[in-house]
């Protein structure tokens, strides 16, 4: 028999069959006798316990007994003295159990095997149903007993997401850890691993917010601080840099065969050449290459591989390449701080240990290698891998030439895949030399040939693809590469085996630059799944990522025939329909508390290569609009929507109201204007303008000189910007939380510089970096190093666009702190100058602003007396 006290009491026969027990008095006394199962309970204790003040006399206890064992059998409780105890195995009991499992549990983390760990913890805590000892809530000895095992049980929670961290399930582990911290707010470890957690899934600044709410719980409630060991996590998660990864090359889904020797070649060709061109025609291998190339640079730095397949105009490289590098317009603010993409790269890519791998570039052969000779010699730790049909053409590049296989390379490759797809399809070797010698030994022809032995015999298909090459090649065009014609064919042969649903669907999925959804393609190819699931058997569409992609030899083919049907046009419209059908469904979602999820399902079900979180797609169209033309009418037209139905407007033209309020020197309706925007951008679970207004509120907290105030408010922006992966404004917020506390903790304020300098060169802006760098130049200076200072504030200032509005007033502080360096050597010629410039760019900026205005930008008073006197 199984006994369960965690919960109401319950007895169970093996069969798993409930006993009835009773009353209330009998099962409190069972549960009594139960929480220490082999021991002896006086009969005194019980009754007192069951009922105090003698409400159970010792006839009544015996009476409740006797009933009892005659439930549960005689031997289940056993008279011992003048008391009464459980005569069961302490297992039988799930308290027991929990207990014995939860240590077993605890015992294989501590020796390293998590995975042992989780199932048994998870084993444990199945066992709970409810308060443990619950029919004897009333009982001292079971109160204790019950707080005993409860804290048992949260031990054993933490020991479990220990575990499942161990094993990087971070994410599922977050839910259940934010709320266990809700409810134990002083329990330092439950924080330590929410904010491993979080650091594991890129939420440093959610992590910070954790540790101070946890540090200001503990001073308020318990007068204590933080312990050593989270202290030391806090430590260390203000070293993280919180940096999206590159995209990583391809994982290949097949052996590679037959240029495992080209692989160690181009690879040491690397380590002495910057920029290594593979060139040949279509199909012959080079991304393939690449990708195993790239696999062996991996070893010793970082490699990030840029698919240009789907870009056709030129000018998009630069953003493309961007995105792949994680970078991809991550500011809140409309316009990249200014900067050209290009510029970008170059700030994000200037001290970067990184392989860049740009595949098929001969559709933007000019843009490709004007992009690439401009990294390169910006970029001094950078290497580039290109593939091309054609040379890049650029100084320095060296070439390598893929080209086809070799006999016997040529007939291992085409014996793999037509094994994976028929064991034996590839018994003959003479039928097999011949098909590959047919297909010029090119990779890609074999591949899709191989696939054809799913239906046809080797030696019919031999006969049959000699046939079709031949009359394929005698109607190509004369000046098309030799190559590339006979491609063509075995792509036209491939065509021609499809059914004629499947062949209208091929050609209709070819408007997909990038591949698309199973559900996107059946309603612009206006076929059924089974259509789509025919052309992936027959290798004319691959299915990776969640989505489905047509290898790019063949959809040129393929929209070839789609012109030729006379259907492009109709189907290019059908595809425009998809686009924008989705983005208005999407639209709304993007400005409320689902805007996450949403903008990952965008980018998942976007026709086109959306790959990554993409914050810019936060920008709602009707801000883009506003902020377009003239600025002043923008305000107006923002600020009007006061009464706007839609709560997001409503918030957004409090935010808008906040800035009218402060240049009319109404800093209190300022900070009313702009707490009514957090409260709207937070009822509708807006982070994008709930960051910007917390970031304006803590701008006037710090003003006002709350300091601690401005922090938690910057903090708490920090984590949402984090959230929506917005890198530079993530830097720029980290600057100032570094203005804000350098007056008090100048350890504080640099750490916080630092890590918005290392933010802002990933995201390649210049904007951040230069603020950044001006607040390590006043630590420098603060500190008495005035050379260090000069030196960073110089490099501020250089990086400082003097055109971009939100530059101006950190150039007016790098000025600024350049002066005050030459006034404390005593070049008091250049220091006058130096003010000089600060005041006539405050003046710029701030025009007629009154003095306090000026001294919030940190000015010295030389700089403020001369733009007051002006």
Aim: hydrophobic share 45%.
């Amino acid at each position: 028999m199984r006994f369960s006290i965690l919960g109401e009491t319950l007895a169970r026969h093996d069969d798993g069959t409930v006993v009835p027990l009773g009353g209330p008095a009998r099962r409190a006394l069972l549960a009594l006798l139960l929480a220490s199962p082999g021991e002896v309970v006086s009969a005194d204790r019980l009754a007192e316990e069951i009922a105090p003040g003698g409400a159970v006399s010792a006839h009544a206890l015996q009476a409740q007994v006797s009933r009892l064992r005659a439930t549960l059998g005689p031997a289940a409780i056993e008279r011992a003295g003048a008391g009464y105890r459980a005569a069961v195995e302490p297992d039988d009991v799930d308290a027991c159990r929990f207990e014995r499992l939860a240590g077993e549990g605890r015992t294989a983390l501590g020796e390293g095997d998590a995975a042992r760990a989780v199932a048994l913890l998870h084993e444990a805590l199945g066992l709970w149903r409810g308060e443990p000892l619950a029919d004897a809530a009333g009982s001292p000895s079971a109160q204790a007993a019950a707080a005993r095992l409860q804290e048992g049980r949260l031990g054993a929670i933490e020991d479990r997401i220990e575990g499942e961290l161990r094993l990087g399930r971070s994410r599922a582990a977050l839910p259940g850890l934010r709320e266990l911290v809700g409810r134990h707010p002083l329990r330092e470890r439950l924080a330590g691993l929410l904010m491993r957690a979080l650091c594991a899934e890129g939420g440093q600044a959610e992590a910070l917010v954790v540790f101070e709410a946890t540090r200001r719980h503990l001073a308020e409630e318990l007068g204590a601080d933080p312990s050593a060991e989270l202290v030391a996590l806090h430590r260390e998660m203000l070293s993280v840099d919180p940096t999206p990864s590159p995209v990583a090359p391809p994982a290949p889904l097949t052996s590679f065969v037959g240029r495992e020797g080209e692989v160690d070649e181009i690879a040491g060709l690397l380590r002495v050449a910057r920029l290594v061109t593979l060139t040949g025609p279509g199909g012959v291998g080079k991304t393939r290459l690449s990708v195993e190339v790239a696999a062996v640079a991996a070893a010793a730095a970082e490699v990030c591989f840029v698919e240009l397949a789907p870009v056709r105009d030129g000018a998009d490289l630069p953003g493309v390449v961007l995105g792949a590098l994680g970078l991809r317009e991550s500011g809140l603010q409309p316009g990249g701080g200014g900067q050209t993409p290009t510029a970008r790269l170059v700030t994000a890519l200037s001290d970067r240990v990184l392989l860049l791998v740009l595949d098929n570039c001969e559709q933007v052969v000019d843009e490709a290698a004007a992009l690439a000779a401009r990294l390169l010699a910006a970029c001094p730790r950078l290497r580039v891998l290109a593939t091309s049909r054609e040379p890049l053409a650029v100084i320095g590049e060296s070439l390598r030439q893929v080209r086809p296989l070799d006999e016997a390379a040529a007939a291992r490759l085409f014996g793999d895949r037509a094994e994976a797809v028929r064991r034996g399809a590839a018994a003959d070797p003479e039928s097999v030399r011949r098909v590959c010698r047919a297909l010029d030994h090119l990779p890609l022809a074999i591949e899709l040939v191989a696939a054809r032995l799913r239906t046809l015999d080797l030696r019919e298909l031999a006969n049959r693809l000699d046939d079709r090459l031949g009359m394929a090649t005698a109607r190509s065009h004369r000046t098309a590469d030799e190559r590339h014609r006979t491609l063509r064919s075995v792509v036209a042969w491939s065509w021609e085996l499809l059914s004629a649903s499947e062949r209208r669907a091929a050609e209709r999925f070819t408007v997909f630059a990038a591949g698309a959804t199973a559900a996107a393609a059946r309603q612009v190819c206006g076929c059924d799944g089974e259509t789509l699931e025919s052309l992936i058997d027959k290798s004319l569409l691959e299915f990776t990522g969640g989505r489905l992609r047509m290898l790019e030899t063949v959809r040129a083919y393929g929209a070839e025939r789609l012109e030729a049907a006379g259907e492009a046009d109709a189907v290019r419209d059908a595809h425009a329909r998809l686009v924008i059908d989705l983005a208005r469904t999407a639209d709304p979602h993007l400005r409320r508390d689902e805007q996450l999820e949403w903008l990952d399902g965008l980018a998942a079900a976007w026709p086109g290569d959306r790959a990554g979180r993409h914050p810019a797609l936060l920008l709602p169209w009707m801000m883009r609009s506003a902020t377009e033309g003239d600025p002043r009418r923008a305000f107006v037209l923002v600020s009007s929507q006061a009464d706007c139905p839609d709560p997001w407007v409503r918030a957004l033209a409090r935010y808008v109201s906040g800035f009218a309020a402060l240049g009319e020197g109404d800093t209190a309706g300022a900070g009313r204007a702009f707490g009514a925007a957090v409260d709207g951008f937070r009822s509708v679970g807006d982070r994008w303008g709930r960051a910007l207004a917390l970031d304006a509120l803590a701008a006037l907290a710090g003003a006002s000189g709350d300091r601690a105030a401005a922090v938690a408010l910057t903090d708490e922006a920090l984590a949402l910007t984090e959230q929506l992966g917005a890198l530079e404004d993530s830097a720029d917020l980290l600057v100032n939380r570094g203005d804000h506390v350098a007056g008090d903790d100048a350890r504080a304020a640099g750490a916080a510089y630092a890590r918005a300098a290392a933010l802002a060169r990933r995201a390649g802006s210049s904007t951040y970096l230069a603020a950044a760098l001006r607040g390590l130049g006043d630590m420098a200076r603060l500190a008495g190093d005035p050379t260090e200072a000069e030196r960073l504030y110089t490099e501020a200032l250089e990086r400082t666009d003097p055109h971009w509005v939100r530059s101006a007033g950190n150039r007016v502080r790098t000025l600024a702190g350049l002066g005050r360096v030459a006034e404390a050597r005593g070049d008091r010629d250049t220091a006058e100058a130096r003010y000089r410039e600060a005041a006539d760019a405050a003046t710029a900026v701030l025009g007629d602003a009154d003095r306090g205005s000026l001294r919030m930008l940190g000015l010295p008073a030389a700089v403020v007396d001369a733009v007051s006197a002006r």
